[in-house]
């Protein structure tokens, strides 16, 4: 029998009524309406902030053998730890709002028995970021300073810290600010420079020590001097109108006197000698491979060249042994080498191989008190979870590569985390954990928040 119009169209209503009833009741923020994803591309999972651990733990403790099973991706000469670490996990609990990306992306520090480290939104032009504590004893994080909060209302605030954590010897942390986008730095957000910070660790109280020490530029590339407090920083133009390519900076944070600023300075990372004094880097891209420049603070002036070239993406401190070791970018395809430089002769040397897998990138290494063991987690910038999220132990005696620990797929399953890379690893001054502050994707297709694994390596794995 035909249907009436009005009993079709009461039936197409009634349908629309129970599709809709089963649809989960998702508001976007204004501005933020959810576009139908691509084809073949899977929607994306609203997620909550801040971050949990399922059943309202605030710590994820294990030791489980499934950190010592290796992915296919692992080369065949990788030795691979026997005795699985016991490691701690826990979120930042300043995430407590949807960021752009929440990200790590400065070097962190363990010294007096502490870890500290910083994170960041990405937000632009207002962003925020943030530094921690952490008490291994106590297991606890603790917030020591709100960038926002310390510079107060203004049209540009840094959404990241992407320079290292050092401590002086007047006991005050000091670091410095980056942009949270390239687009922000300029004279419509009343942009005048990034900012020399420090805190202290005992009372949390914050202070700015410089602001725009280069005038118009960000500071993403930074080391103290601990004892002479002479901050050196590598600066980037706030915009392509700035010019003037990466310059060097040095900074006398007790005077709070500019020492020098001069061009062609360090893109990401430089060596510190501290017996000496000198600061080392190569001028120029991150990716080269290149000579080694010199300052030296005592005699002053511009840095001049030396007679010594290696890779420099990242760098250790300075062992007692007068050697630092630092590891190149490998871009464009090109393999990560791990070399040795002497701070007494100054001459370096390739040491070997970095990757253990897939994952070439590597912006933090860390040597341990004996100076024999490196630590590091290729795949700094995303994918690391691609080779199993490998913790790596480079010993310079025998040259040889070993995993510590893989973190994924366990973290994953147990509690829907997946640590997919890091800018910030710090061995403690005992030489029995490594602090790991990590870019963590739960349901993003990057990543979505920051977490802080504490690993416990064995002693067997770390003889003499």
């Given at each position: 029998?035909r249907?009436?119009?009005?009993?079709t169209c009461?039936?197409?209503?009634?349908?629309?009524?129970c599709?809709?009833?089963?649809?989960?009741?998702?508001q976007?923020?204004?501005?933020?309406?959810k576009?139908?994803?691509?084809?073949g591309?899977?929607?994306?999972t609203t997620l909550?902030?801040?971050?949990?651990?399922?059943?309202?733990q605030?710590?994820h403790?294990a030791?489980?053998a499934?950190?010592?099973?290796a992915p296919a991706s692992i080369a065949?000469?990788?030795?691979i730890?026997?005795?699985p670490?016991?490691i701690d996990?826990?979120?930042?609990?300043c995430?407590?709002y949807?960021?752009?990306?929440?990200?790590?992306?400065?070097?962190?520090?363990?010294i007096?028995g502490?870890y500290?480290?910083?994170?960041g939104?990405?937000?632009?032009?207002?962003g925020?970021?943030?530094v921690?504590?952490y008490d291994?004893a106590?297991k606890?994080l603790r917030l020591?300073?709100?960038?926002?909060?310390?510079l107060?209302e203004?049209?540009?605030?840094p959404?990241?810290i992407h320079?290292r954590?050092d401590?002086?010897?007047?006991?005050?942390?000091?670091?410095?600010t980056?942009?949270g986008?390239t687009?922000?730095?300029t004279?419509a957000y009343?942009y005048k420079?990034d900012w020399?910070?420090?805190?202290?660790p005992?009372?949390g109280?914050s202070e700015?020590?410089?602001?725009?020490?280069?005038p118009?530029?960000?500071?993403?590339c930074?080391?103290l001097?601990p004892?002479r407090?002479?901050f050196?920083?590598g600066?980037a133009?706030g915009?392509k109108a700035?010019?003037?390519?990466?310059?060097f900076?040095a900074?006398d944070?007790q005077?709070?006197?500019l020492?020098?600023?001069?061009?062609?300075g360090?893109?990401?990372?430089?060596?510190?000698a501290r017996s000496?004094?000198k600061i080392?880097?190569?001028?120029?891209?991150e990716?080269m491979?290149?000579?080694?420049?010199?300052f030296d603070?005592?005699?002053g002036g511009?840095?001049?060249?030396?007679?010594?070239s290696?890779g420099l993406?990242?760098?250790?401190d300075?062992t007692?042994?007068g050697?630092?070791y630092?590891?190149s970018?490998?871009?464009?395809?090109?393999?990560?080498?791990?070399?040795?430089?002497?701070?007494?002769?100054?001459?370096?040397?390739?040491?070997?191989p970095?990757?253990?897998?897939?994952?070439e990138?590597i912006?933090?290494?860390?040597?341990?008190?004996?100076?024999?063991?490196l630590y590091?987690v290729?795949?700094?910038?995303g994918?690391?979870?691609?080779?199993?999220?490998?913790v790596v132990q480079?010993?310079t005696k025998?040259?040889?590569?070993k995993?510590?620990?893989f973190?994924n797929?366990?973290?994953?399953?147990?509690?829907?985390a997946?640590?997919?890379?890091?800018?910030?690893t710090a061995?403690?001054p005992a030489?029995?954990?490594?602090?790991?502050?990590w870019?963590v994707?739960?349901?993003?297709r990057?990543?979505d928040?920051?977490?802080l694994?504490?690993?416990?390596?064995p002693?067997?794995?770390r003889?003499?």
């Amino acid at each position: 029998m035909r249907q009436s119009p009005w009993r079709t169209c009461l039936a197409l209503a009634l349908a629309a009524l129970c599709v809709y009833a089963i649809l989960p009741d998702i508001q976007p923020a204004p501005g933020q309406e959810k576009k139908a994803p691509k084809k073949g591309k899977k929607a994306a999972t609203t997620l909550t902030f801040p971050p949990k651990l399922p059943g309202g733990q605030d710590i994820h403790t294990a030791t489980a053998a499934e950190f010592l099973q290796a992915p296919a991706s692992i080369a065949k000469d990788v030795l691979i730890a026997k005795t699985p670490p016991t490691i701690d996990f826990l979120y930042y609990p300043c995430q407590t709002y949807p960021a752009k990306i929440w990200s790590n992306w400065g070097d962190g520090l363990a010294i007096n028995g502490k870890y500290y480290s910083s994170l960041g939104d990405h937000n632009a032009p207002k962003g925020n970021a943030f530094v921690y504590e952490y008490d291994p004893a106590r297991k606890v994080l603790r917030l020591l300073m709100n960038v926002a909060q310390l510079l107060g209302e203004l049209l540009y605030l840094p959404g990241k810290i992407h320079g290292r954590l050092d401590l002086g010897k007047d006991g005050w942390l000091y670091f410095s600010t980056h942009r949270g986008s390239t687009t922000v730095t300029t004279d419509a957000y009343g942009y005048k420079g990034d900012w020399i910070i420090r805190c202290d660790p005992k009372t949390g109280k914050s202070e700015i020590i410089a602001h725009g020490p280069v005038p118009k530029r960000c500071i993403p590339c930074s080391v103290l001097d601990p004892d002479r407090l002479i901050f050196y920083g590598g600066t980037a133009p706030g915009s392509k109108a700035d010019g003037g390519g990466v310059q060097f900076l040095a900074f006398d944070v007790q005077k709070r006197k500019l020492l020098y600023s001069g061009p062609d300075g360090p893109p990401r990372y430089m060596i510190f000698a501290r017996s000496t004094g000198k600061i080392y880097y190569v001028p120029g891209k991150e990716d080269m491979v290149g000579q080694l420049v010199s300052f030296d603070p005592a005699k002053g002036g511009a840095p001049v060249k030396i007679q010594a070239s290696l890779g420099l993406r990242a760098a250790t401190d300075e062992t007692a042994q007068g050697m630092v070791y630092t590891v190149s970018k490998g871009a464009k395809g090109g393999q990560t080498m791990i070399y040795s430089f002497n701070t007494k002769t100054e001459e370096a040397q390739v040491i070997g191989p970095a990757a253990v897998g897939t994952n070439e990138y590597i912006t933090s290494i860390d040597a341990d008190p004996s100076g024999r063991y490196l630590y590091y987690v290729p795949g700094a910038h995303g994918g690391a979870d691609r080779d199993g999220s490998a913790v790596v132990q480079f010993d310079t005696k025998t040259k040889e590569r070993k995993v510590i620990a893989f973190l994924n797929p366990y973290f994953k399953d147990k509690i829907a985390a997946t640590p997919v890379g890091t800018y910030s690893t710090a061995v403690d001054p005992a030489g029995d954990k490594l602090y790991i502050t990590w870019n963590v994707r739960r349901e993003s297709r990057a990543w979505d928040c920051c977490a802080l694994t504490v690993i416990h390596i064995p002693q067997s794995e770390r003889q003499p």
